[in-house]
């Protein structure tokens, strides 16, 4: 079946741009989360949602980053008035019982 | 937080040849996942470890839970240039949290 999809794959944005990134999880998976990656590191935890619910936002890091899933299926990332150091692989996983978690491609977001 | 400690950093092998990279912390996790990432794409599942002292293969891939619950170690056996690619540890604690702490990754490259 298909698997975890991301958009856009890449996205370049001047500072001070607001973006919206999306995730589609795996048809029927009530968990998903949301991860940052910097280069050459691995993934660090932003939110967490069971359906529509936002359960854990404790790795948003700051209040630019806002997560939303409105329906319990798709979800958006958006980051307001970005900054360099947004710059990052930003990955979306899912899972049917938030033990093993399945990840997307990502979206690898350049701030110029 | 929680942190990950994973080693080694990188390895250069013959192909054909075994290999072992593990992953320690100072805390205890219930859950432990071991994740195959190539550039360019999110982390695939390999290996996902529930009990304490469990041993769990996938085809050339072996993985346990160390009996503390405070480490995982993973082995490839006959390794082949496919394996290629960076190896994360990713541990997940009990109760409310769901988020995965991952280690730094190993840098795995096969040599003909």
């Known amino acids: 079946g298909a698997g975890v999809s991301q958009s856009p794959r890449y996205k370049v944005a001047k500072r001070g741009q607001d973006v919206a990134l999306r995730c589609d999880p795996i048809?029927?998976?009530?968990?998903l989360f949301w991860y940052q990656q910097a280069l050459g590191q691995g993934p660090e935890f932003l939110t967490y949602?069971?359906?529509?619910?936002?359960?854990?936002k404790s790795g948003l890091p700051s209040d630019r980053f806002f997560a939303e899933r409105p329906e319990g299926s798709v979800s958006t990332l958006k980051i307001q008035r970005t900054q360099q150091e947004d710059s990052a692989v930003y990955l979306c996983?899912?899972?049917?019982?938030?033990?093993?978690?399945?990840f997307g491609p990502g979206t690898r977001l350049t701030v110029t | 937080g929680q942190q990950l400690n994973q080693s080694p950093q990188s390895m250069f092998i013959q192909e054909g040849e075994d290999v072992s990279m593990n992953c320690t912390s100072s805390?205890?996790?219930?859950?432990w996942l071991w994740y195959k990432q190539d550039p360019g794409e999110g982390p695939v599942l390999l290996i996902a470890?529930?009990?304490?002292?469990e041993l769990t293969s996938n085809g050339r891939l072996t993985a346990q839970f160390g009996i503390t619950r405070k480490d995982s170690f993973l082995n490839i056996s006959a390794s082949i240039p496919s394996d290629v690619g960076i190896y994360f540890c990713?541990?997940?604690?009990?109760?409310?949290?769901?988020?995965?702490?991952f280690g730094s990754g190993t840098q795995l490259t096969v040599l003909p």
């Open positions: 996983a899912s899972s049917p019982d938030a033990y093993e978690q399945y």
């Open positions: 048809s029927g998976h009530v968990s």
């Open positions: 949602f069971q359906n529509e619910a936002q359960l854990d």
């Open positions: 805390s205890i996790f219930n859950t």
């Open positions: 470890l529930y009990k304490a002292g």
């Open positions: 990713a541990g997940l604690i009990s109760g409310s949290a769901r988020q995965l702490t």
